[in-house]
């Protein structure tokens, strides 16, 4: 939960900075101190809000499983998988040479 009173000063800034591997100038840290302040007061208001406790809803519609059943059937067998191809040698399909 947020802090009501949380603030960021320069030191700890710089120090989050510094962990995150960013080079900020003290010019960069003068600009970015409000904002990150006013950023955590925007939080704290939302951290007082009363809120009831429903389902939480990731997903707009209720999601389905849309394949079919997976059912065994009976396999071809390697003769009729290579009846349809004249590309076949030893019992195999037969591809183009890759190796020279």
Do not use: W
Request: charged share 30%.
């Amino acid at each position: 939960m947020f802090l009501a009173n949380a603030r960021v000063n320069a030191e700890t800034l710089k120090r989050v900075a510094r962990n995150a591997r960013l080079n900020l100038s003290d010019d960069e840290v003068r600009e970015f101190l409000p904002q990150l302040n006013e950023v955590l007061e925007k939080f704290s208001v939302l951290g007082k809000m009363k809120v009831e406790k429903v389902k939480p809803s990731f997903q707009p519609v209720e999601l389905s499983n849309v394949l079919r059943e997976d059912n065994a059937l009976e396999c071809l067998t390697q003769e009729e998988a290579l009846s349809n191809t004249k590309h076949k040698k030893y019992g195999y399909f037969r591809g183009p040479k890759i190796i020279q």
